[in-house]
């Protein structure tokens, strides 16, 4: 069965300081990788996601996440955290089951919190 | 946001109520999907239509049904919930059903049972 991990509840950076969210998945194939994120009172917004090809996936806001294969990750990151930023962030997977499709779980969440 | 949009942004309820929500999407997609969003816990997928035809039942009460008129409007008709209801129903729509196809959220419609 699939799977995603956020192993941080919260997250907390100063702002001009790179920030990493971290998530790790299980999948028995090939998965697609997501990250979302919700401002207050807001819906998800795409932010990017890893198909296929190069490991370092550039999204909007300025935002990008390194899928790394050996170690079943896909953490978020951006250089220089701007206290707009501040939101939920969730990571989801979606395996590929060569053709057919398969549910796309999330993770529960990382609060990242950018201060002055 | 305005490619997805949902009505109403909150709703109160009874227990003995009958509502739905409403959700629109305006980029042209052939699937669509409601989440439900409770507090502490991970997005629960509940339904999934591809074309109109639910591919997807995640073990839902019956309380929830369903109803996809057509390819861009999806409804959540609600009847004798619960306060164990109460959370944030979030609809997204996809291009297809494919797995690496993005799906695209509307704003949620915040419910509180009482």
């Known amino acids: 069965a699939q799977s995603v991990a956020q192993p941080e509840d919260q997250v907390n950076v100063a702002e001009g300081n790179p920030l990493t969210v971290k998530c790790t998945y299980s999948v028995s194939g090939n998965p697609y990788l997501f990250w979302y994120v919700q401002y207050p009172n807001r819906g998800l917004q795409f932010l990017l996601k890893?198909?296929?090809?190069?490991?370092l996936v550039k999204g909007s806001y300025g935002f990008e996440a390194e899928f790394n294969k050996s170690q079943t990750s896909f953490h978020l990151k951006k250089p220089s955290a701007l206290v707009s930023d501040s939101a939920l962030y969730f990571c989801?997977?979606?395996?590929?089951?060569?053709?057919?499709?398969?549910?796309?779980?999330f993770g529960k969440g990382t609060k990242l919190s950018v201060k002055p | 946001e305005t490619g997805v949009t949902q009505t109403p942004r909150h709703l109160v309820m009874g227990m003995t109520n009958k509502k739905s929500l409403k959700c629109e999407q305006h980029l042209g997609h052939n699937a669509m999907y409601w989440y439900k969003q409770s507090a502490k816990k991970p997005l629960e997928l509940m339904f999934v239509y591809s074309l109109e035809e639910r591919v997807e039942n995640n073990s839902v009460p019956s309380r929830f049904s369903p109803e996809c008129p057509n390819s861009s409007h999806l409804f959540l008709h609600l009847h004798t919930l619960q306060p164990e209801d109460s959370a944030l129903y979030l609809c997204a729509s996809s291009q297809d059903g494919s797995p690496q196809e993005t799906q695209y959220f509307g704003p949620g419609t915040r419910l509180l049972v009482l």
């Open positions: 890893y198909i296929t090809g190069d490991n």
């Open positions: 989801a997977v979606r395996e590929n089951y060569g053709g057919s499709q398969g549910n796309l779980i």
